[in-house]
């Protein structure tokens, strides 16, 4: 391991050596300056660094504690000495990794107070030190949001939890955090659904709390209106976990909500690849599901692991994988105010301060491989062209005029009488050979 | 074994002996003239008997080919002979069971043409045989359905087929479905998805499949209305299988797509157990959702393996599911359209006969044994009463109000900086107990 | 809810007041002294309450924390102390339960010190309390345990270490739980494997941990017989978590591990619901097998939920399921030295003392239920008679020789020549309406 | 497409045409002369064409019939005589992709006949052609096996059917496949479990059905030796599917198995990664739990849906799953008597013949593209250096006594007591990134 001075070890930044290169340290294709159909490779991929699992997480899971032992969780102390102490850390990470851009949760900045005004003044505080940093630091916000999930307050919701009381005392946490969230210029605004789902439908009225929180997010898009908040609320879909069912299940599933409570203008998505996979869909699926119902914003890149049941949050390595969603994406034109948030946490084991560096940039650099691939691809036209081909019976102007309603269904029933329609090769495995030649 | 006359060797029909029998072609507690909550039993539960799997199914599976050998699925002869044959055999089992309804595909019930004209002429011809039969029997149709899945021309699909020509045989094919339906006198028509989905997202638009099927049920709406058919249009949710992804993924994507398409009003749900668990959710969750939304329209009855990932469309046997399923319908008033429909197979091993007959007993009794616990709980309030309880703070004024939207963000965060609001109990345990006395 | 003194409000132990019963704190069915098989209930299920679940766990999940708020976990303060009032109410739950046993890990009931010679002192001075109550209480101890797995030196495993100074810190760890356990007259000493498992096979040689684990066993076994510990060493098969992959995979999996470590006579099975069905089986799969190869020692009973992919230790409710493992239990003797050890939490939100008491009882009373459920359809033949029947083949002379090894495989493939063999129906359906019949 | 003579148009055997090549019918990375660790490409991946998904497979799946139209699937005509023209066309395919083995079972290469004597006829009928092929053409028999499944007589089972003549009937024809096998120079004999599970355990006896299937094997492995043939038997574990349970479930399961009936031996494992996904584990860990315990026989080579329930057995793609697997495998040696068998069918949609070609292309190439991954690595000892490192405590010969046995349980605790073991990181994500080094 490379020694140097602060807690990781490392005094310079982290660079570009080239494919060749086999320093765990350096990166092998995340060339930042190099231009990926038009624009860098930074500002294709928006990188950002998350403060929870990076800096909140002691490494612990439901059969073991802390394994970190990083020295800002000490025991005892002033809470808000430590979270300075976080901080200082967490902006070191950023200049190593030349980021691009953050992203937290209220909690994982500073400390609960005893009160909700407290624990409000305490966020402030720390915004205070994130704008100074921000002044001589190249990292921005991605975005911010506030943690309604980990408080037994919350253990039955936050907007739908049966009582009243905490419907309002999130509305007070969410509003502290938007606010700072817009005061350090964060792009977007993130409503993760922690506990709004169920354990139990026996204790649970499912009807009355999906209303509940139709009206918290409404009540919320106005809010940011009325302050000038550009950027979109985004919902970040996940099936399960912690609750057992999570209301907010799938693109699909919020799909339908947002319709339901007339939302789909102000609020868009945060993808997941490990929450897509809990629900059983492909990565692939819900990001083409999203831009199919003009719902994309923005990703949380990791990954899950195909063989357990829940989330593991591991570092994005699946080249190919991510070829397939960036190839969307970029067809789309790329992020707006979306980005790559590293919603991704080293595993228990990895204790090392430099495990987190190294995660980082081999997730980092296997993004920017699987962008060089999906950047071929769709210049070649490789998936498209076949795709358009397969389809072209139905630009004919007898075939547009049925999806523009203007057959009836006996006229087009009787159309069919006459026919013997005879099917083409779906060319699956073609198509698999095209995408290994882009990948390996 | 009994022994008697016909294909199933019974002369009489199963009658109801009480809960003391131990006679497996006899029920225990479906007596259809008991009244529950109203109704006659026979008339909450309307139970259906499927065409499909009870005379159509030869026993095959994708490692094994047919073990039933029905004496209609024999190789050579007449296809519309053994069609006939197969209707006698029908009406034996619907007398047998004196089922109020069937249900069926056009497949199942007359053999394909040539041509799609040749098709159409089979199912009427089988449908006046029908027509007689219903004369002489009490047995109605629930109803009745098109099969757009099994012929090779809709290997990708029926109306998101990429070909338009499919599209438009599909039409041809559902029109003359539902028009059958409706002679027969059938209360609703049914859209299973088949393989309206995908199986790689290589070669699939999905915005394009999805307007497509939009379009074409938008269409039959019309056709219905023109024609004069009061039933609804029923979609079967189901996730995967045959198709990698089924776009009618569950309640919530169809919500989703209903509302795109504008076709909430016309268009219910057709819920099954085991639909529900492949998609990650319980039968209960499934009919919840329907209701919160307006969607509930009927159940096909059966059961999955929560250890398989298949559908394996077991008979139901669990009564406890059943019970809170039923809960919730007897709430909402039970079945309009809808009924108790039997998309249930007998295992592959279960070659006699009267396995048929003693599959469709032992889980007519199960439901018949799970509304009663469902009729007394909720005459007792006995779930119904801690859940008003639980979510009483929210029937205020004030918190009207908000759901209402008659308050701000800011308004209500305000409230909450004063408020430390204390959690209570959710009871789970307390209400499996409870649940537990009206089962056992 | 009962208003009464202690921490559970309770003064009276829980009383069986029968079936009409509504009382939540009364049994329906759990009757101690009823006679089932010619055992008293109590001593056919010998019911364990654990401490770990019951009085150790906060409440916390990956995303919350604590939400009991148990007195004795409180910050600060002697941990020792603490631990004695623990030991205090667990005793309260014991008589309230009139439980006839109890569980536990070693750091369950004392707190670890800095040094494991420290740690091993607390436990012990813990155990001279255990001693106490148990001349004036009649709960005995099913079994004690170590725990290898909560602590940071164990994250990579214990005996599966790769480091074997951890592998000897927890022989010293393990030796002390089975001294406590003997001293206590424990009937059993249970091994979890914790994190005897691997979280990537990229850091992982599974030959070498097998092996390491084998020889720990085998160790652990001669030191039982050299201290005269005249129980089994108990093995607890879990698929996965905390470990991506737990080496106790399941029954079959320890099967082959214990033979190839020639321990398959002093090692036996604790099996799990949850980790049952974790493993893609039924529990009633894992007991059959169990006592199929001579494994069967103890039951942990609980439910996990078949939708989610973790262990959520639920109290097992579903009296069908435990009908099957305790007809088969009864088939072969009962308990010699297990029981039924409630490794069952009550959810995060049964924040009320009582809500531990209800969970308990109707848990036992479904128990119960399932043990009357089990002894009518053993005592009846319902499953036992149809079985026989069906492989009555086998028990001809001819066909037993095959099985004895004197038959060649060319002399039965010969006779196999002139065979036309016709299938019998598998009557699967008529089954599940036997099953039905005693279990509704 | 390419268009040329005979039912694949291609006139030309697939070429090896370079990285660069565009080329669906070239190879870009499988050039098969070129040396790899001592060996060149051809005799270290040992490909198979396998004969029932390539040619018997009419494309059904449990929802629709045949999409293939192959000409030897047609209505009517003499058995016999369609069975050759698939041999044509299978020896067809083997020349064009040069393919070095190929597989079948027995009722993919013959029809069954009205007796098994006539079945074992027809079989041998085809074994002559195949002797005559095998005169001008280079392909070699990896394995034969038997189809005990599909025939509704094994609905229950082979050698565990509740019915002796069934078993004795299986051993039949199972001679006749391993005479062929033999006769044709098969280089193993594979028994894949088939239906040798449950559906139900309410009527199988799980103990008398595995003593069945040891005895089975017992007899098996007795007249393999008998008839002199070399290569071993291999089972292929498999979970489920078709049955609710198959014995053969894992590699840890038939090594417990394997042990009972003392069979380690002389059988080995043919492993598969769909089914090793539907059994919960990675393709990775079933062929490393084989090395370790030394029953690493051949590989099925095909990829499942992560995300489906059952088996798919899609070409395989993943160069990074099958780097780890071949590194495995290189490690120790490579294949000796196994071989990579195509179990992999094209989809139901790839109708057009060359589909099949291409997808053997595709496949073979990124087994290719591994082998090269998977040789730097472990020439570089990319992963082994690593790993030797991490137990390097255990090399200590103090350690080595107590894996030998030379230790007491006290004597290891004494020592644990003065310990403070301090854990060191697993470096997950540094040993990810290598591994993707070696990949992209």
Not at 31 to 39: E, F, I, L, S, T
Not at 54 to 83: C, H, V, Y
Not at 162 to 181: E, L
Request: with cysteine.
């Amino acid at each position: 391991m490379t020694q140097g001075n602060g807690f990781f070890g490392l005094d310079s930044s982290v660079r570009f050596e080239g494919e060749g290169s086999t320093n765990p340290l350096a990166f092998r294709f995340y060339d930042k300056n190099r231009q990926v159909m038009g624009r860098s490779m930074e500002d294709q991929l928006r990188f950002a660094i998350c403060y929870w699992h990076s800096f909140t997480w002691p490494g612990g899971d439901p059969f073991g504690g802390e394994t970190f032992n990083r020295p800002w969780m000490r025991q005892g102390g002033d809470p808000l000495a430590k979270a300075k102490e976080k901080a200082e850390v967490a902006f070191e990470l950023f200049r190593i990794l030349d980021a691009p851009f953050f992203s937290f949760h209220d909690v994982d900045v500073a400390p609960e107070g005893e009160t909700l005004a407290e624990s409000i003044k305490n966020l402030n505080e720390i915004a205070d030190i994130f704008e100074e940093k921000m002044k001589t630091h190249r990292t921005r916000l991605l975005w911010g949001t506030a943690n309604l999930f980990s408080n037994r307050r919350y253990m039955a919701g936050a907007a739908t939890n049966p009582d009243p009381d905490v419907f309002a005392y999130a509305c007070g946490q969410v509003k502290a955090a938007i606010d700072v969230t817009h005061r350090l210029g964060g792009e977007n605004y993130v409503c993760w659904g922690g506990r709004e789902g169920y354990e139990t439908l026996l204790n649970t009225d499912m009807k009355r709390e999906l209303d509940q929180l139709g009206r918290f997010l409404s009540m919320l898009v106005e809010y940011k209106h009325k302050i000038g908040f550009k950027g979109p609320i985004l919902i970040e879909p996940k099936p399960k976990e912690p609750s057992k069912h999570q209301y907010d299940f799938d693109t699909a599933t919020v799909f339908g909500f947002l319709q339901k409570y007339d939302l789909v203008k102000d609020v868009k998505l945060n993808l997941e690849q490990n929450h897509a996979i809990l629900a059983g869909h492909s990565f692939d699926h819900e990001v083409k599901l999203a831009y199919a119902n003009d719902l994309f914003g923005s990703l949380d890149i990791n990954r899950g692991d195909d063989l357990l049941g829940w989330d593991t949050d591991q570092f994005a390595m699946d080249v190919k994988e991510m070829t397939l969603v960036f190839h969307e994406m970029l067809k789309h034109g790329g992020f707006s105010t979306g980005g790559l948030n590293f919603d991704a946490k080293i595993r228990r084991q990895s204790i090392d301060p430099q495990d987190l560096v190294i995660a980082h940039v081999a997730s980092m650099d296997a993004c920017a491989r699987a962008l060089l691939s999906a950047e071929r691809m769709l210049t070649d036209g490789a998936l498209e062209k076949p795709l358009a081909d397969r389809y072209a019976g139905w630009d004919k102007a007898e075939n547009q005029a049925i999806l523009a309603g203007q057959s009836s269904f006996e006229a087009v029933a009787e159309r069919g009488l006459g026919l013997q329609p005879q099917p083409r090769s779906g060319r699956q495995e073609y198509l698999e050979g095209v995408v290994n030649r882009y990948v390996y």
